[in-house]
T-cell receptor, first 111, second 118 residues
Framework: DQQVKQNSPSLSVQEGRISILNCDYT??????FLWYKKYPAEGPTFLIS?????DKNEDGRFTVFLNKSAKHLSLHIVPSQPGDSAVYFC??????????FGAGTILRVKS | DTGVSQNPRHKITKRGQNVTFRCDPI?????LYWYRQTLGQGPEFLTY????????KSRLLSDRFSAERPKGSFSTLEIQRTEQGDSAMYLC????????????????FGEGSRLTVL
């Protein structure tokens, strides 16, 4: 069962514009949601997270929004930079720090 | 500060052979995880250790898979009688105990060990 879904396999944006990556989940028991970034030949690295009791968390150019009623979260990157080109995974945490990942979205930022 | 180290980085084997992967976590981290990632998918949880205790195993971890963390430091993941469906990237991640300055749910991943079963 896919509890975390990223329905867009890829996204292409122009440098300087906003990138919006989306994620949907089904399990109401998740307490934290996270975004990881992955470059080729590297492991995923933590980017930003949000508690299930919040609706927004911001860190520099990155903002994560959580809509619990819709079971939806999104990652906004403003402004997008070529170095942001990577695979972005949405993840949700259950007990024991066990993370459930989405399939990922490939972001390409064109200069 | 050395990160999570995994060896070997790439293993090619014939169907039916046994393979073993090793993970050296960040030294002060007492939690260790194994994930598997196949093409076009996100990482899937396999198993989790707190110190030397294996606290959870996924249903994905068949009887052919075994993981150990004998002294609460490095961990090994062994796959016996490999099948072509075992071909994947095997990712190890570690995390410190609760408290501290890390983010809730943050895992520190290694670069992975890619298994190709012919």
């Amino acid at each position: 069962d896919q509890q975390v879904k990223q329905n867009s396999p890829s996204l292409s944006v122009q440098e300087g514009r906003i990138s919006i990556l989306n994620c949907d989940y089904t399990n109401s028991m998740f307490d934290y949601f996270l975004w990881y970034k992955k470059y080729p030949a590297e492991g995923p690295t933590f980017l930003i997270s949000i508690s299930s009791i919040k609706d927004k968390n911001e860190d520099g150019r990155f903002t994560v929004f959580l809509n619990k009623s819709a079971k939806h979260l999104s990652l906004h990157i403003v402004p997008s930079q070529p170095g942001d080109s990577a695979v972005y995974f949405c993840a949700a945490r259950r007990y024991g720090n066990k993370l459930v990942f989405g399939a990922g979205t490939i972001l390409r930022v064109k200069s | 500060d050395t990160g999570v180290s995994q060896n070997p980085r790439h293993k090619i084997t014939k169907r039916g052979q046994n393979v073993t992967f090793r993970c050296d976590p960040i030294s002060e981290h007492n939690r260790l995880y194994w994930y598997r990632q196949t093409l076009g998918q996100g990482p899937e949880f396999l198993t989790y250790f707190q110190n030397e205790a294996q606290l959870e195993k996924s249903r994905l971890l068949s009887d052919r898979f075994s993981a150990e963390r004998p002294k609460g430091s490095f961990s090994t993941l062994e796959i016996q009688r490999t099948e072509q469906g075992d071909s994947a990237m095997y990712l190890c991640a570690s995390a410190p105990g609760t408290g501290g300055k890390h983010h809730a749910g943050e895992l520190f991943f290694g670069e992975g060990s890619r298994l190709t079963v012919l």
